[in-house]
C-alpha cells in the first residue's frame, strides 16, 4: 500500500519549514515581542478586516456560485474562468489592477471620490478591498462544485411542492452543501488573512489602519528577523485555533 | 539583502581568483573590490565603467549592501579595498578602528518633497505635510527614506499625518506618479532614478541632509590602486556622474 507512505511524506514537505521556524523562535523574548503594540494593532486589524472580506464574500460569492452552478447562459464558461482570475495573477498586480480601478485617479475610483468623498486607498476600507477580491474566489470555487455535485432532485421536489426559488435555495440548497459551503469559508478567511501583495498595493502601510499582521511580518523581516519569527508564530497560531475549531465542530468527517 | 550577502561572498573568490600568480606580477593589485552603500549602485556601476576605461588594464568590482552591514563586514575582515558609505559615521567608525586611512567625503544626497505632475495637492513647503486632507507617503522605517524622513519631522518638530508607509522609495514615488498620493519624502536621488515621473519640491528647513564617504581599506595593507579609484570618486569625472545620479557636491 503506497497511499500511506506518501501521506506521510506529503506531510512531511508542509510541516517541515514550519518545524524551521520554530528552531529558530526566540522563545524567551516571545511573550515581549508578541504584546508590543505594533503587533496587537496589526492582529486586530487582520481578525477585523480578514472577517469582512469573508463576509463580503459570502454576500456576493455565494450568489454568484448559486448562477455559475445552476444557470446556464451563454458564456458561463468564460465567466468561470474570470471568476478565478484573481487567483492566479500576482496579488501585487492585483492591487495594482484595484488601484487603476479603484484608485483616486480610477475608473471607478475619481468618480466615487467626486460623488460621495470616500476614498478607499490607504483606508482600513481599502485592506477589506484587496482582500475580497483576492479571497473571494477560493469560497466560489469551492461552493460551485459543491453544488454542481450536490443532488438537484431534492430541489426540484421542493419546488414541486410550491416553494419558492429563495426558498430552496435557503432550506433545501444551502443544507444540502453546508460541508463545503463551510470549507470554503474557512478557505475564504485563511486566503484573506495571509494576504500580503495586492493589500501593501492597494492600501499602503500604516500602522492600525493598514498595517496588517503579512504586512507587519515583512517589514519587521527586514529590521528584526526574531521579531518577525514571532509575528508569524501568532499567525500561525490564530489560524490554526479557528481551523481546528471549525474543522471539529462542523465537519462531517471527523 | 540575500543578493548583496551573496556577493559580498563571491566577489572576494572573484579577486582570489583573479590575483593568482599566473596574472603576473602586478596581478594583485589589477583588481579593486568595492563595498558601496546600495543607494550608490547606480551611479557606482556607471563610475566603476569610467574607471576601468580611464586605467586600462584595471578591474573594479563591487558589493554593494546597506552601509551598516557592509560597515561591520569591513570590520570582521572582509577583503574589501574600498569603502563608501552613505553615513559618514561608519567610515569613520572604520578609519578609528585603524581599518581605514582617512574619511574623504564625496557627495551629499538630501531629502526633497515629491508631488505628482503638476502638483494637485498644492504643496509648497515641509508644513504641509500636516495637512490631513493631503494623502501623504513616506518609506517604512527600516529604508534609509524612511529613517531620515522621521528624523527630519523630528528635527523641525513636525507632526505629519502620514498616510502610508511605503517599503521602498520605488514603490512610494510610483504611487506619487500615478497620483495616488499628493506628497511624499524621499532622496534626490530616488527622485532622479524614478526617472522625472514626479515634481521636486526642496525642503529648506531641518536636518534631511546625509553625507556620503569613502575610505580606502587597509587589510593588512591597502591595495596600491585603491587610492587612485577614491580619488577618481572625488575627481571631475567622478563628479560628473554623481551629479547626473541626483548627488550634490560634498
Redesign the interface.
Known amino acids: 500500500m503506497l497511499l500511506v507512505p506518501l501521506a506521510v511524506a506529503g506531510v512531511g514537505f508542509l510541516l517541515l519549514p514550519f518545524a524551521g521556524l520554530l528552531q529558530r523562535t526566540p522563545w524567551s523574548s516571545l511573550p515581549s515581542l508578541v504584546t508590543e503594540p505594533v503587533v496587537v494593532d496589526a492582529l486586530r486589524l487582520s481578525v477585523v478586516t480578514a472577517t469582512l472580506a469573508t463576509v463580503t464574500s459570502l454576500v456576493l460569492g455565494v450568489p454568484l456560485a448559486w448562477v455559475l452552478a445552476r444557470m446556464t447562459f451563454p458564456g458561463r464558461a468564460l465567466l468561470r474562468a474570470l471568476v478565478t482570475l484573481p487567483m492566479v495573477l500576482p496579488p501585487v498586480v492585483g492591487g495594482t489592477a484595484l ?1 487603476f480601478a479603484l ?3 480610477g475608473l471607478v475610483g475619481g468618480p466615487l471620490e467626486r460623488a460621495t468623498g470616500i ?1 478607499l ?2 483606508s482600513t476600507a481599502g485592506v477589506v478591498v484587496a482582500t475580497t477580491f483576492v479571497a473571494m474566489p477560493f469560497l466560489v470555487i469551492t461552493l460551485e462544485a459543491a453544488l454542481r455535485g450536490a443532488d438537484r432532485r431534492y430541489e426540484d421536489a421542493a419546488a414541486t411542492l410550491g416553494a419558492r426559488r429563495l426558498t430552496v435555495f435557503r432550506r433545501v440548497t444551502l443544507p444540502l452543501v453546508a460541508p463545503s459551503l463551510l470549507a470554503g469559508t474557512v478557505l475564504c478567511w485563511a486566503r484573506a488573512l495571509g494576504e500580503f501583495g495586492a493589500t ?2 492597494f492600501a ?4 492600525g489602519r ?1 498595517q496588517t499582521m503579512p504586512l507587519a511580518v ?2 519587521a523581516l ?2 528584526d528577523r526574531e521579531a518577525a519569527i514571532a509575528l508569524s508564530l501568532v499567525l500561525i497560531a490564530l489560524s490554526l485555533v479557528v481551523l481546528v475549531a471549525l474543522r471539529d465542530r462542523w465537519s462531517p468527517f471527523p | ?1 540575500a543578493n548583496h550577502r551573496a556577493s559580498a561572498v563571491v566577489a572576494p573568490l572573484v579577486v582570489a581568483l583573479l590575483s593568482t600568480p599566473g596574472c603576473g606580477a602586478g596581478g594583485s593589485e589589477s583588481t579593486l573590490l568595492v563595498f558601496a552603500a546600495a543607494s550608490l549602485s547606480d551611479a557606482f556601476e556607471e563610475l566603476g565603467e569610467a574607471f576601468e576605461t580611464a586605467h586600462p588594464g584595471m578591474d573594479v568590482d563591487f558589493s554593494f549592501g546597506s552601509s551598516a552591514g557592509l560597515a561591520q563586514q569591513v570590520l570582521d575582515g572582509a577583503p574589501a579595498d574600498v569603502f563608501a558609505s552613505a553615513d559618514v559615521s561608519h567610515v569613520v567608525e572604520i578609519v578609528d578602528a585603524g581599518t581605514g586611512q582617512e574619511v574623504v567625503p564625496f557627495a551629499r544626497n538630501r531629502l526633497v518633497l515629491a508631488v505628482p505632475r503638476g502638483n494637485p495637492g498644492r504643496v509648497s513647503s515641509l508644513a504641509d505635510v500636516t495637512d490631513e486632507a493631503l ?1 501623504v ?1 513616506v518609506c ?4 534609509p527614506c524612511g529613517r531620515a524622513a522621521r528624523s527630519l519631522f523630528a528635527s523641525v518638530g513636525v507632526a505629519a499625518s ?6 521602498d522609495a520605488r ?1 512610494l514615488l510610483s ?1 506619487l506618479a ?4 499628493d506628497v511624499g519624502l524621499a532622496y534626490r536621488t530616488d527622485v532622479q532614478a524614478a526617472g522625472g515621473t514626479v515634481d521636486v519640491i526642496d525642503v529648506t528647513a531641518g536636518d534631511g541632509e546625509i553625507t556620503y564617504a569613502a575610505t580606502v581599506v587597509i587589510h593588512p595593507r591597502p591595495a596600491a590602486t585603491a587610492d587612485r579609484f577614491v580619488a577618481f570618486i572625488g575627481g571631475t569625472a567622478g563628479q560628473s556622474i554623481l551629479r547626473r545620479h541626483g548627488f550634490l557636491t560634498p
Open positions: 488601484l484608485g483616486r485617479r476614498l486607498p490607504f501593501i498595493t499602503g502601510n500604516l500602522q493598514t515583512f517589514l527586514e529590521s | 539583502m494623502l507617503g517604512a522605517p527600516h529604508v502620514v498616510d502610508t508607509e511605503e517599503i514603490s504611487k500615478a497620483g495616488e498620493l
